[in-house]
């Protein structure tokens, strides 16, 4: 008996001390060199949202603290990431904050204001490679950080966020896309189903809060009839309540690729083509190159020089052939490159190219591009009838140029209507012979150009996608017709609108008598939505707050500052004890009673004041001096803060709740800016 008692507690003890010299054996040691130095350093795991994080350069525990690869950073949390060779800094920057870290310095430059970093740990080289502290970066940027000793990991969590709206995108010629916005930055997890087709999307930390109650049934769940392929239905719901998780659903009509970009403050899905061959094919009687896609896709094409070569860009593509290089040679062709295309400056980083080039022969007479499109093939057709005398290219800074070759000087008369989105060129055919037929550009500006003959003239028309400026660059009369085209969002691109959601937090404002809404919370749905149609616009926009937080009146006043923004917005809510008292009232500090201002604010007031009761047909409460309103006196550009309604009238309450006026108000609001920058 005494034997076997002493064989169970030997084999017990040997039981025991297996997670007891498991938990003492600590993390992986790693050789690194740094400062010249190999050392041995311990490997960090790293969770984000509870997910295992992998990196081709593993966290390090270093001085007692983190560092990650400032790739990490842009891969992970969304930022974007560059690298000054000469100073050895790298940056870090989001919509809202623009981090500067130094290697080797224990100083930071947060939105241009220099502070010391915490632990005074700061970036290192390390195997050649820019690392980063962990847990001051991540707080930095709004992240919430932990650490779990006992398996040596690093936490990093998004901040809990609603999902505010989920719609379609809709582009001519091109397959629809799903955008899902949300209060802030968020994680997902996607899956594709089969039997039937269906595209899920769980988003943790999240709640479902949809604006628009209209498009909620009573359960609270989102659905949208959708009907456009591939997409027949849309659902979103509140999937789990702690763990906070929204569920999007999609129902397709097929099997397709898709692609998914999470930006600040929103998800969108792309659907992809998938280009899937390219032939040399004889259609009526010409040659023709064809290329084979699964779905129809849009399109650019890019006149290229030194060498001479044609450039076509299939956009939400994906290559799915094996050569890159195509023995196709023709008249004009000597030979067809294919590649997966890494996004440049013409395009955003995310987007899925195809790029097709048409490498030319060298010859005198350079050959015309004509453009068809059948069912879900592009065929191309290069030769010398046609078209001619005529060229369309896109430049290398998003511009385009269209050209008229004339045989000698000559008149001509240009048009623009704005409401069709059409612009006619009109001159004498005997001073050029142009032909007639159709280049279908098919980018995202233009669509095509028609050229004609009606009588004695050529008659050039050009058919656009969205509003331009355009600028003709020939002389009155000339012998070649030269005008330049841009997008006319790019206008305001020069532009920063700081928009400021009055209230947050502990504060929270005046109270609906009615609905019980806060001003603070009414007052961040304004602001989100017109940073969303600024930015439509074109405009750089700064968000003093995005989420229910509380911001001290002089730190908002600092952010905008520090921004060097063009324009300061701050929007709220009046309340009277005279429930009849209603209307929109605009509030301003004039530049001799602020020591910051250079620049008269009336004019700006005014304007945006105007444009509101334009918009919404309010009553005019007037435009109002206070001097004592921080945020519009210690702010150095122009700025106003907007009383867009008393929600103690009731009437008046129910109307600044709806969709409808919201819409107007905002839409008052752009016009304004627009009008006071265009009067400069």
Not at 178 to 207: A, H, M, W
Not at 319 to 325: H, R, V
Not at 528 to 538: D, F, Q
Request: net charge neutral; hydrophobic share 35%; charged share 30%.
């Amino acid at each position: 008996m005494k034997r076997l008692i002493s064989v169970i507690l030997t084999m017990l003890m040997f039981f025991l001390l297996i997670p007891l010299s498991y938990a003492k054996q600590g993390p992986e040691l790693v050789d690194v060199t740094v400062d010249g130095k190999v050392i041995k350093v311990k490997k960090i795991n790293i969770l984000i949202n509870g997910e295992p994080i992998q990196s081709d350069v593993p966290p390090i525990l270093y001085n007692s603290r983190t560092l990650v690869p400032v790739r990490f950073v842009a891969n992970y949390l969304n930022a974007d990431i560059s690298w000054n060779q000469e100073k050895y800094e790298a940056t870090i920057k989001t919509q809202e904050k623009e981090i500067i870290l130094k290697i080797n310095s224990s100083d930071v430059i947060i939105n241009g204001k220099v502070e010391k970093l915490p632990y005074n740990v700061p970036a290192k080289l390390i195997n050649d490679r820019t690392m980063v502290p962990l847990r001051f970066v991540s707080e930095a940027l709004g992240f919430d950080v932990g650490w779990i000793p006992e398996t040596w990991t690093g936490t990093i969590d998004y901040k809990k966020q609603d999902v505010t709206n989920v719609s379609i995108v809709e582009n001519e010629g091109r397959l629809p896309k799903i955008r899902i916005e949300t209060t802030g930055l968020v994680s997902y997890k996607d899956i594709f189903l089969e039997d039937p087709y269906r595209l899920v999307i769980d988003i943790p930390r999240s709640n479902l809060n949809i604006e628009n109650k209209e498009i909620i049934d009573s359960r609270g769940i989102l659905k949208l009839d959708v009907q456009k392929y591939p997409i027949k239905e849309i659902r979103a719901s509140q999937f789990s309540i702690n763990p906070d998780v929204t569920r999007v659903v999609i129902e397709l009509d097929r099997d397709i690729s898709y692609n998914v970009n999470v930006s600040d403050k929103q998800i969108q899905i792309d659907f992809t083509n998938k280009v899937s061959n390219i032939k040399l094919e004889t259609i009526e009687g010409k040659k023709g190159i064809v290329i084979y896609n699964t779905n129809r896709p849009d399109y650019n094409i890019i006149r290229l020089y030194e060498p001479d070569r044609i450039v076509v860009d299939l956009l939400d593509s994906l290559l799915e052939m094996n050569d890159n290089k195509l023995g196709i040679e023709t008249e004009f062709i000597k030979g067809i490159r294919t590649s997966q295309f890494k996004p440049d400056s013409l395009y955003n980083e995310h987007d899925k190219i195809v790029r097709v080039v048409l490498d030319l022969k060298e010859k005198e007479i350079k050959p015309h591009l004509t453009t068809r499109v059948e069912d879900n093939k592009i065929i191309l057709f290069l030769d010398d009838d046609g078209l001619k005398n005529i060229d369309f290219e896109k430049l290398e800074d998003g511009s385009r140029l269209l050209k008229i070759k004339a045989d000698k000087r000559m008149n001509y008369h240009v048009k623009y209507d704005e409401d069709g989105k059409v612009m006619t060129i009109k001159f004498l055919k005997k001073y050029a012979n142009l032909g007639n037929g159709i280049i279908e550009i098919r980018d995202e500006l233009i669509d095509y150009i028609k050229v004609e003959s009606i009588g004695d003239y050529n008659k050039v028309s050009m058919k656009v996608k969205k509003d331009i400026l355009y600028d003709i660059l020939s002389s009155v009369k000339d012998d070649e017709i030269k005008i330049k085209f841009n997008d006319k969002v790019k206008k305001y691109s020069d532009k920063l609108i700081v928009i400021d959601a009055g209230h947050g937090g502990k504060d929270p404002g005046t109270i609906c008598p009615i609905t019980k809404i806060k001003e603070k919370d009414l007052a961040l749905k304004y602001a989100l939505s017109l940073e969303k149609r600024l930015r439509e616009l074109g405009f750089k926009t700064l968000l003093i707050r995005n989420r229910d937080e509380y911001i001290d009146l002089y730190d908002r006043a600092e952010k905008a500052n520090r921004s060097n923004g063009d324009a300061f917005i701050s929007i709220h809510f009046n309340a009277h004890d005279d429930k009849d008292i209603s209307g929109i009232q605009t509030l301003y500090c004039p530049s001799y009673l602020s020591d910051v201002k250079t620049e008269d604010n009336y004019p700006f007031a005014e304007t945006i004041h105007e444009e509101l009761l334009k918009a919404t047909g309010a009553v005019d409460r007037g435009i109002k001096r206070r001097p004592k309103l921080v945020v519009v006196r210690e702010t150095k550009m122009v700025a106003v803060l907007l009383e867009l309604g008393f929600v103690t009238n009731p009437n008046e309450e129910k109307r600044i709740i709806t969709q409808e006026y919201k819409d107007k108000a905002i839409q008052g609001i752009v016009n304004g800016i627009i009008r006071y920058f265009e009067s400069k």
